[in-house]
């Protein structure tokens, strides 16, 4: 092919950075394309990010990455779910676990069925039904297995990284096969003048890099989508509040546990991701509703045991490139858009950036319909995970909290109202194209929040009460049986990938 | 919360193929929890002699309780691997759509990518890569020594024979025929349905009505102002649909001599036909026998609002193009079960019904449309194709890139055989391409041919039944 691009030159060595370098140097193998990364030391990245969602076991795989090596170099621990606590107001929790709830009888989802048993004499909570949730609760992991007919195949894991250590590993994954590292700050984007493509970067050392295809991993500065391209940004504020972060690291206290916790907290929440060798802990608020110091102050008041490292105080504004493909310009990472994390949503979204740019990979010509097709699909992944965030925010159960009743008087996209309409109507889950989360997902988010349907499926009474009952309580019995056969969390972790016996890699 | 642990009272009006299906597939699902009367107010819908049940609704029959000896040896069914399409005007546009794709798929990259990566012609892609063309060729059908795995196929069926096979099915069942022409449905204020008089008889505590009939009114045997009806004359009541050849007359003059003689011509039955375009005139067999000529086209859409549900294969608007009138159907029951609600005038579920069946619709249509497009060289690039066609199409064109959704009904196969079989080649294929090695592709593309030639030799002739998998 003689209309082939030639050198790529990726903006920026954060996640998203070497995430995209090392992809590009698995598919581009053949010596046709020369990979270029830029970073700049002084600039630093943004040092958070370390709960993911279990698509990422997937990009790892595409990779060839060996997961106990990774998760070795990157101290990682599993993950099950994110148990959110306090968003109904008191000492309420719930967990969104990865995996199922029950099985499907007689080809009605098994929700229907657990909602009928709200109405019998016996009373069960959904989650006794997850596998993932009773695992999570019971601080113990075994991987899954693929067998259908097994009960270990009910669930999905993700893992809890160290964000920084997963840059290292994929920067020595990718500079072994052939990705160039500059150490150096971009201080201009040359445009061409009369195509308005980018030409080429100048450093502050004067030196001019040139290339074909530019990706944007900068971060929220967006340097070349925006600064140089200015494609526009969706602000999605009025939906999803927060827009300040302050993030600390601490010593760990206990063994970890294998599941992400998000705490909510008057003017936002807090997370605590559990690392084999510390703690991850942020406070996510709006600055509308508290100061940076009063959001330190609970931070640090929440904060169980020795803290590792000074606050890291972050400014963003939730919402979206209006594209995030622009001429010669794909941005990756932060520089597209940010969400807020507390879904662990933004590693995923990078990984489909760049598997999207894969299968959508240009020539020199850059045909605008690959260009747009590509941004459809990236703007649609983008506005599926903003409609799951805002469900958490607008049904929460926090009265008289002046920053969660203003989430639940909120006015919520059409897409949600009429999600939110079917499930409450007759817990019926929409099914959309390509989605992140799925039907286990938002049932765990409805009931968890406690969105009630009015009614179940009719045909749940082909099943008698006393046999559903049966059923149901067979159902709970397997899972016990699953859990009290599985190791503690730590010990799959000792087993496994301790970051202990780290390898040189 | 509603609890239900109730009886439900269906009404289905109509004695036609679909009231039978509907109310067997239904009784099936819901079992004791539903009584279902058909009413049938005398009037027949006589379809094709044969109708074509689709490569996707294997599992709707199954629920139903059809055997494929049912479907072989009571309702006569053929078994086909795909569909042709002869061109008449053009003969070298003839192309087939196997229902499994050809060839096969390497990471993202599609085959035909692959195929040109190579060198390789890949205009006849489905007739040299593809073990469902090989069968059709070939006549035969997997034997029981046939090793690999059992290509998507479909039963084309006597019509009749397979309407009476699904009426004694739901009599079976203990589904309820009453069949007058003496019968009244009365509404409450909301316009919902709620009593059935029969010849002074009363069913009252209805839940749902399901009007099978071309007539979009409650009321028998009065047309809807909204409704138009067109229709098709069904020239050759021995044609099976299998091979479908198409001929386009763009000429003014034709269409109006058309017009006028259809006027006046007796019009034996009607089709479950949409077009959207006045250029077609007629459907030809592949030995260019007129198949039907085609007159009008219904054009009201399935619906469910309040209790009411106009659920039919004619109101399906599935296009003789794509033959897919009954998988269609099949999946609005589907959609029809999975949203069955206690409440009454239950609006919200209601939408989502209709959401759902119509994204179908518009993507039987979008192929449809393509067929058209591609087929007729004078046709303008407006006509017909939707916006959304059109941009894939463009996107095609570059690289031979298609992106479609997961949960489209239309496989992306079905696109490329037309477009391919058309000659509308992508100027390039994937650049990652190059990454591949051209010689190790070329081997498995022979290795596939090799394959298809070996399967070959473990076949039946058709009329056989295919192994289970
Ligand atoms: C509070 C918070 C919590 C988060 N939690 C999660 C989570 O739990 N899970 C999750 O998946 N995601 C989370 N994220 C998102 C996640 O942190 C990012 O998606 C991820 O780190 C990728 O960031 P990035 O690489 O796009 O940007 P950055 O990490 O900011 O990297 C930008 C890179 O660009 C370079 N750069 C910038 N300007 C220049 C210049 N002029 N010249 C040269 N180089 C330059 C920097 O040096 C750096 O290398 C969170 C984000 C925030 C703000």
Redesign the interface.
């Known amino acids: 092919?003689s209309?082939?691009?030639k050198t790529i030159v990726i903006v920026g060595g954060g996640t998203a950075g070497w995430m995209a370098a090392a992809a590009l140097s698995r598919?581009?193998?053949?010596g046709?394309y020369h990979i270029r990364l830029i970073e700049s030391e002084q600039i630093g990245t943004v040092g958070v990010g370390e709960a993911t969602i279990p698509g990422i076991r997937d990009f790892n795989q595409k990779l060839g990455i060996n997961e106990n090596d990774f998760m070795r170099a990157t101290h990682a621990t599993f993950k099950l779910g994110i148990q959110f606590e306090g968003w109904n107001g008191g000492d309420d929790k719930y967990m969104h676990p990865f995996g199922f709830f029950g099985h499907e009888l007689n080809?009605v989802p098994f929700h229907h069925y657990w909602?009928?048993s709200?109405?019998l004499s016996h009373k069960f909570e959904l989650e006794e039904f997850s596998l993932a949730y009773q695992l999570a609760i019971n601080n113990k992991f075994k991987l899954p297995n693929n067998d259908p007919k097994s009960i270990f195949s009910t669930f999905f894991y993700a893992f809890h990284l160290d964000a920084s250590r997963y840059a290292v590993f994929l920067r020595k994954y990718a500079e072994n096969r052939g990705v160039l590292r500059t150490e150096g700050k971009v201080d201009t984007v040359n445009l061409n003048p009369e195509s308005g493509f980018i030409d080429s970067v100048t450093l502050d050392d004067r030196t001019q890099i040139k290339g074909d295809l530019f990706i944007d991993c900068s971060g929220f500065r967006g340097l070349l989508i925006e600064k140089a391209l200015g494609v526009g940004y969706q602000d999605w504020s009025h939906w999803l509040p927060c827009n300040r972060a302050v993030a600390v690291q601490s010593e760990s206290l206990e063994e970890p546990l294998p599941y992400t916790r998000a705490i909510a907290r008057d003017a936002g929440w807090q997370w605590r991701i559990p690392l084999q060798h510390r703690v991850g802990n942020g406070y996510v608020y709006c600055d509308k509703q508290i100061s940076d110091d009063e959001a330190w102050q609970t931070l640090n008041a929440n904060v169980p045991g020795k803290q590792l490292t000074e606050p890291n105080f972050l400014k963003f504004t939730t919402g979206r490139r209006d594209k995030i493909w622009e001429k010669n310009c794909v941005s990756v990472g932060l520089s597209s858009g940010f969400l807020e994390p507390l879904e662990s949503t933004s590693i995923h979204l990078i990984q489909t950036a760049i598997m999207k740019l894969?299968?959508?990979?240009?020539?020199n010509?850059f045909?605008q319909?690959?260009i747009?097709?590509y941004n459809q699909?990236m703007c649609s992944q983008f506005d599926q995970v903003k409609d799951f965030l805002i469900l958490h925010y607008f049904k929460n159960g926090r009265k008289d909290i002046p920053f969660w009743d203003e989430c639940r008087t909120m006015a919520i996209p059409d897409s949600l109202k009429?999600r939110l309409?079917?499930f409450q109507?007759?817990g019926?889950i929409?099914?959309?194209?390509?989605e992140i989360f799925v039907d286990p997902n938002w049932l765990a988010v409805y009931i968890g929040q406690k969105v009630?349907?009015?009614?179940?499926?009719?045909?749940?009474?082909?099943i008698p009460n006393e046999q559903l009952i049966n059923i149901l309580n067979q159902m709970k019995i397997a899972i016990g049986n699953a859990v009290s056969q599985c190791p503690t969390h730590q010990q799959t972790i000792q087993n496994y990938c301790s970051s202990a016996s780290e390898s040189n890699l | 919360m509603i609890t239900s642990n109730k009886l439900y009272r269906l009404i289905v009006l109509g004695n036609t193929l679909e009231a039978w299906l509907a109310a067997a597939y239904i009784k099936r699902k819901m079992n004791h929890l539903v009584e279902i009367t058909i009413v049938d107010n005398g009037q027949s819908n006589p379809i094709a002699q044969y109708i074509n049940l689709g490569s996707t609704t294997h599992l709707f029959h199954k629920i139903l309780g059809l055997t494929q000896n049912d479907m072989i040896n009571f309702c006569e069914g053929k078994i086909h691997f795909g569909q042709s399409y002869y061109s008449i005007g053009d003969k070298s546009k003839s192309f087939f759509i196997p229902y499994s794709s050809s060839g096969f798929e390497k990471g993202f990259f599609h085959f035909h990518q692959l195929l040109s990566r190579i060198n390789e012609n890949f205009k006849n892609y489905n007739e040299s890569y593809s073990i469902n063309f090989a069968l059709e060729k070939n006549n035969k059908v997997p034997s029981q020594s046939y090793r690999g795995p059992i290509p998507d196929y479909s039963f084309v069926v006597n019509s009749s024979r397979y309407h009476e096979k699904i009426k004694s099915i739901a009599l079976s069942m203990g589904v309820q025929y009453i069949q007058s022409t003496n019968y009244q449905l009365k509404t409450d204020a909301n316009g919902t349905i709620n009593e059935l008089t029969v010849d002074e008889e009363k069913i009252k505590n209805i839940s749902h009505v399901i009007n099978t009939l071309v007539n979009f009114d409650s009321q028998p045997n009065k047309k809807s102002s909204k409704a138009s009806y067109r229709t098709v004359e069904i020239v050759n009541q021995e044609s099976d649909y299998s091979d479908i050849a198409l001929q386009w007359s763009l000429d003014e003059e034709s269409i109006i001599k058309k017009q006028k003689l259809m006027g006046k011509q007796f019009i034996k039955g009607y089709h479950p036909i949409y077009l959207s375009m006045q250029q077609i005139e007629a459907i030809y067999s592949a030995d260019n026998k007129t198949i039907a000529i085609i007159e009008d086209v219904i054009s009201d859409t399935i619906e469910w609002s309040a209790n009411k549900l106009n659920i039919s294969l004619s109101n399906l608007e599935t296009p003789p193009l794509v033959v897919c009138e009954l998988e269609h159907f099949a999946a609005s029951l589907a959609d029809f079960i999975r949203l069955f609600t206690v409440e009454k005038n239950n609006t919200v579920n209601a939408k989502e019904f209709n959401r759902l069946v119509n994204q179908r619709q518009k993507s039987i249509d979008d192929l449809h449309h393509l067929i058209l497009y591609q087929a007729s060289s004078k046709l303008t690039p407006s006509t017909g194709v939707s916006s959304k066609i059109k941009k894939m199409i463009e996107l095609y064109k570059t690289h031979g890139r298609f992106s479609l959704s997961p949960i489209e009904p239309v496989k992306a196969h079905y696109y490329f055989s037309v477009l391919i079989g058309n000659h509308l080649l992508p100027k390039s294929y994937h650049p990652l391409l190059d990454e591949l090695d051209a010689n190790q592709i070329k081997a498995e593309v022979k290795g596939l041919q090799n394959q298809i030639e070996i399967a070959l030799q473990f076949t039946n002739n058709k009329g056989d039944l295919i192994p289970k998998r």
């Open positions: 092919m209309n082939r691009i598919y581009l193998f053949s046709h080809g909602l009928k709200q109405q894969i299968t959508h990979f240009p020539d010509q045909a319909e690959d747009d097709d699909q009429e309409n079917l109507s007759s019926h929409q099914e959309c194209s390509s009630k349907p009015n009614s179940y499926h009719p045909l749940t009474d082909t």
